[in-house]
């Protein structure tokens, strides 16, 4: 049977249901001046970054992927050893979903289940993940994008750490330009370190307005940590609105 969105959120624990508002204003912190549409400008990051630092030497030396081609962008992540997470994985993990996706969720790294499959978030969090994505109407194979921001798996499901994301990001900034998506939604800390290069805390980054090279950017928590924090499967859901909010007033090409 099939259910209807409000029984999907309360199936989700995601109650009492957001009701998104259409008439009053984004409210975003910080002191930020309204731009067009009523939506502040964004925090603009830079297109070529500084290195993290204290980078762990190359085992073998990743070729440059920005002007890789799909087919060949997979062959490289396959056969990469820039750093030390390819010396346990079984497989590494590209990414999956919608090449020409709007949307663009990015996690940590695979987990033991997207190790063994291949692909990111298969196990209990991917389930929460696509029931979120259903309560806006998306799936992943359809105007969605799931990568993370390590392709192999940390060891024990650590957390990867930031050498670790400073080797897989040449790849991420290609699917990124490849995918060239709407709206960027950073699933996490190590998400939203690996691609804005900050290092705060979830809290100081939810409702903030950032942008990746002119494309915006929504920070909010990953789902394994709402997986043992239901009560902020709420404040999850309102971002996500929030990101739909921001998609909807960006102009179209």
Same mark, same amino acid.
């Given at each position: 049977?099939?259910?209807?969105?409000?029984?999907?959120?309360?199936?989700?624990?995601?109650?009492?249901?957001?009701?998104?508002?259409?008439?009053?204003?984004?409210?975003?912190?910080?002191?930020?001046?309204?731009?067009?549409?009523?939506?502040?400008?964004?925090?603009?990051?830079?297109?070529?970054?500084?290195?993290?630092?204290?980078?762990?030497?190359?085992?073998?030396?990743?070729?440059?992927?920005?002007? +890789?081609?799909?087919?060949?962008?997979?062959?490289?992540?396959?056969?990469?050893?820039?750093?030390?997470?390819? *010396?346990?994985?079984?497989?590494? #993990? +590209?990414? #999956?979903?919608?090449?020409?996706?709007?949307?663009?969720?990015?996690?940590?790294?695979?987990?033991?289940?997207?190790?063994? *499959?291949?692909?990111?978030? #298969?196990?209990?969090?991917?389930?929460? +993940?696509?029931? !979120?994505?259903?309560?806006?109407?998306?799936?992943?194979?359809?105007? #969605?994008?799931?990568?993370?921001?390590?392709?192999?798996?940390?060891?024990? =499901?650590?957390?990867?750490?930031?050498?670790? !994301?400073?080797?897989?990001?040449?790849?991420?900034?290609?699917?990124?330009?490849?995918?060239?998506?709407?709206?960027?939604?950073?699933?996490?800390?190590?998400?939203?370190?690996?691609?804005?290069?900050?290092?705060?805390?979830?809290?100081? !980054?939810?409702?903030?307005?950032?942008?990746?090279?002119?494309?915006?950017?929504?920070?909010?928590?990953?789902?394994?940590?709402?997986?043992? =924090?239901?009560?902020?499967?709420?404040?999850?859901?309102?971002?996500?609105?929030?990101?739909?909010?921001?998609?909807?007033?960006?102009?179209?090409?």
């Amino acid at each position: 049977m099939r259910l209807s969105r409000e029984q999907m959120l309360v199936e989700m624990g995601l109650g009492p249901i957001w009701r998104e508002r259409t008439q009053a204003p984004l409210r975003v912190s910080g002191e930020i001046s309204a731009g067009a549409g009523g939506l502040p400008p964004p925090q603009q990051v830079p297109e070529n970054p500084p290195d993290l630092a204290n980078p762990v030497p190359a085992l073998v030396a990743a070729a440059d992927p920005a002007h +890789l081609e799909w087919p060949e962008l997979a062959q490289h992540v396959g056969a990469c050893r820039a750093c030390g997470l390819c *010396q346990q994985r079984k497989q590494a #993990v +590209l990414g #999956v979903g919608d090449r020409q996706a709007d949307w663009l969720f990015v996690g940590e790294g695979p987990g033991a289940e997207e190790d063994v *499959q291949g692909e990111p978030f #298969v196990g209990q969090a991917g389930k929460l +993940l696509d029931n !979120m994505l259903a309560a806006l109407d998306l799936k992943r194979d359809h105007k #969605v994008y799931i990568a993370n921001a390590v392709k192999c798996r940390p060891p024990g =499901n650590r957390t990867p750490e930031a050498a670790e !994301m400073a080797a897989c990001r040449p790849y991420l900034a290609r699917q990124i330009a490849l995918i060239q998506p709407k709206i960027i939604v950073l699933l996490g800390k190590a998400a939203a370190y690996a691609v804005l290069h900050e290092d705060k805390t979830l809290a100081a !980054m939810r409702g903030q307005h950032f942008a990746y090279q002119g494309i915006p950017v929504v920070v909010t928590y990953h789902p394994s940590y709402l997986l043992r =924090n239901l009560p902020d499967k709420a404040k999850a859901w309102e971002d996500l609105l929030r990101a739909r909010q921001i998609l909807r007033a960006t102009p179209t090409s």
